[in-house]
Antibody
Framework: EVQLVESGGGLVQPGRSLKLSCAAS????????MAWVRQAPKKGLEWVAT????????YYPDSVKGRFTISRDNAKSSLYLQMNSLKSEDTATYYC????????????WGQGVMVTVSS | DIQMTQSPASLSASLGETVTIECRAS??????LAWYQQKPGKSPQLLIY???SLHTGVPSRFSGSGSGTQYSLKINSLQSEDVASYFC?????????FGGGTKLELK
């Protein structure tokens, strides 16, 4: 059974940093692209970052480019999101999601982790 | 960026009814479209990919269609467990973008 379990969320002040983790199991992690998708409270979904199977290619929207860094450790079947210079508009539930390729939908999602950016 | 316009924003329907949700892309996305269902307090679940392919385990009352810039999700014979929000997403080109969502309620 595919499982994605996020951790590392919490309350953080504007301008500070936070690192999210996602532990994967039930599939060969190194064979899949992985991504982060967020959802602000009572709002829609926003794609945040994608990383290739080897980690050599990463993709971001302009809203987080230069502030967020996606990475992975295939030996540990783990995905990460380093978030720097956090803003109040980054407040959201962050989901870890799996994609078969770099141009594929998200076929499995984690349960999500809440990040609140507030002073 | 490709804009995804989803309609309606909310929808009320009766059990057994057929409902349709539309999604329009700002440019041709060549069937690179997915539909997700999100129940309250839960994470999204993939329903349809490549515009019209049913994801594993998804009931056959769900179907997707469309091409170019116009796509739709149809739910036949609405069940109580279908009460949820539905989102379309294009994965044809980065940045990947989602529609604003449709909240489906029972009448």
């Amino acid at each position: 059974e595919v499982q994605l379990v996020e951790s590392g969320g919490g309350l953080v002040q504007p301008g500070r940093s936070l690192k999210l983790s996602c532990a994967a199991s039930g599939f060969t992690f190194s064979n899949y692209y992985m991504a982060w998708v967020r959802q602000a409270p009572k709002k829609g979904l926003e794609w945040v970052a994608t990383i290739s199977t080897s980690g050599s290619r990463t993709y971001y929207p302009d809203s987080v480019k230069g502030r967020f860094t996606i990475s992975r450790d295939n030996a540990k079947s783990s995905l990460y999101l380093q978030m720097n210079s956090l803003k109040s508009e980054d407040t959201a539930t962050y989901y870890c999601a799996r994609g078969e390729t770099g141009r594929a939908p998200f076929d499995y999602w984690g349960q999500g982790v809440m990040v609140t950016v507030s002073s | 960026d490709i804009q995804m316009t989803q309609s309606p924003a909310s929808l009320s329907a009766s059990l057994g009814e057929t409902v349709t949700i539309e999604c329009r892309a700002s440019e041709d996305i060549y069937n690179g479209l997915a539909w997700y269902q999100q129940k309250p307090g839960k994470s999204p679940q993939l329903l349809i990919y490549n515009a019209n392919s049913l994801h594993t385990g998804v009931p056959s009352r769900f179907s997707g269609s469309g091409s170019g810039t116009q796509y739709s999700l149809k739910i036949n014979s609405l069940q109580s467990e279908d009460v949820a929000s539905y989102f379309c997403q294009q994965y044809y080109d980065y940045p990947w973008t989602f529609g604003g969502g449709t909240k489906l309620e029972l009448k």
